[in-house]
């Protein structure tokens, strides 16, 4: 589904990604792994097309289409989606109002009518029953006052309505306690199907342990020097970063 | 709610002077390009127990300056006279700017007077959020702008709200930059 080969990017003049090679296929899950400022987050930013980062070198592929010329809403409306570790508020357009403008927007790219009232109000209930939200919560303004378990709530829940081919979870367990993350989890592990893939960035192991991965990368300055499975991950938070850093 | 000229200078005012008399004001002010817009209101207590409302959102964009002007003022026999104003502003880009200057004139001490006053700036952070659930650059500053003014929006009978939802998206046409 995504191939990445020998990607190189940079922001700002500073170079953070130096030769990336990544190959998710459809039904896989694939969690990367690193210390902090190895290049997890710009890596997520880079495929969501961000305007600040720059790819220097190297190739992305979404079902075998180039990326790079993309603009980040034309890579969404291909089914890319990334739930943000830092998602931003937008005072006074409310959680509905912003997923049927979201929904609409790729129907209307994919040359479809805008959804109708019920059977937006019909996958609304039946999303938001699945993450267990609340109708007063879809009411309020986007992540405005949101606790981080709410609003990592409202990635998901965003997920689970725009139904991506490639969902990218930056960070998503940092800020849940851990019930949170438990239902977060639950609600990501509903969505796994034969056809979509999703990639889990994160620093700790606990997330994985609900969301279980087939693959498991490490990624450090800008490289992923060791992939494996899900015993990898285990074996990160026994032993730490530090041999990882000595064999790189 | 104010697209209007190059150059705007409005004021639309109430005199309270009947005892409980209340007056409500509501505006957007939109300025895109060179547009210089000067609007507000005067709410003049003199009446007692008269009540006053100030709601204005002003949104700046291009190369605009977009400033609130506003008096509000209590005379001596306007007792036990309320006024709640709120000034909220938005930028677009860093070549615009917004002012705020209330003038609060209080003759009577019974008088409880509040004012409120925001500034803030649709950030590229908003625009990437939207553009990566698939809503263009164009779209997703009408969602953040129609979203700021919905306080005042909420207030127009449903049919007018509709005309000035895509009346902002029109005076917004282009300001992506």
Not at chain 1, 170 to 184: P, Q, R
Request: aromatic share 6%.
């Amino acid at each position: 589904m995504l191939t990445i080969e020998n990607l190189h990017a940079q922001v700002e003049g500073k170079q953070i990604l130096n030769g990336i090679d990544l190959d998710v296929k459809a039904g896989e899950v694939h969690a990367i792994m690193g210390p902090n400022g190895s290049g997890k987050s710009t890596l997520s930013s880079v495929i969501a097309g961000h305007q600040d980062y720059e790819v220097n070198e190297g190739t992305m592929l979404l079902e075998g289409e180039d990326l790079s010329e993309l603009a980040p809403e034309e890579r969404a409306h291909k089914g890319i989606f990334l739930s943000f570790q830092y998602p931003v508020e937008i005072p006074g357009v409310s959680v509905t109002n912003f997923i049927k403008t979201a929904i609409n927007a790729s129907r209307k790219a994919k040359g479809l009518e805008d959804m109708a009232a019920n059977e937006m109000l019909k996958k609304i209930r039946e999303k938001s029953s699945l993450l267990g939200i609340d109708s007063r919560f879809l009411s309020r303004s986007l992540n405005q006052g949101f606790s981080g378990g709410e609003k990592k709530r409202n990635e998901i829940f965003q997920l689970a309505m725009l139904e991506p081919k490639l969902s990218i979870l930056d960070e998503t367990d940092s800020g849940l306690d851990i019930d949170a993350l438990k239902i977060v989890a639950n609600g990501v592990n509903k969505l796994r199907s034969k056809d979509n893939a999703i990639i889990v960035i994160t620093h700790y192991q606990r997330l994985l342990e609900y969301i279980v991965p087939d693959f498991v990368h490490v990624l450090f300055d800008g490289k992923i020097v060791k992939s494996g499975n899900k015993d990898l991950a285990i074996e990160l938070e026994e032993k730490g970063y530090d041999w990882i850093k000595e064999m790189a | 709610m104010e697209t209007g000229s190059a150059v705007t200078w409005k004021y639309p005012s109430c005199i309270l002077k009947g005892d409980n008399s209340i007056g409500e004001f509501y505006s957007i002010a939109l300025t895109n390009n060179y547009q210089q817009a000067d609007t507000g209101t005067k709410m003049i207590h003199l009446g007692k127990n008269t009540k006053s409302t100030i709601i204005s959102k002003g949104i700046s964009a291009g190369k605009s300056q977009n400033s609130y002007r506003g008096l509000v003022q209590v005379h001596p026999r306007a007792t036990n006279a309320r006024n709640f104003s709120q000034c909220d502003s938005l930028l677009m880009g860093n070549q615009c700017g917004a002012h705020t200057f209330p003038y609060i004139e209080v003759k009577n001490k019974t008088a409880q007077i509040e004012h409120e006053a925001t500034t803030s700036k649709i950030g590229e952070d908003q625009i990437f959020y939207c553009n990566q659930r698939g809503i263009d650059p164009e779209k997703a500053i009408a969602l953040v702008v129609n979203g700021f003014s919905k306080e005042v929006l909420n207030k127009l009978p449903m049919e007018f709200a509709v005309e000035a939802q895509k009346l902002l998206e029109i005076s917004l046409e282009g300001s992506v930059g």
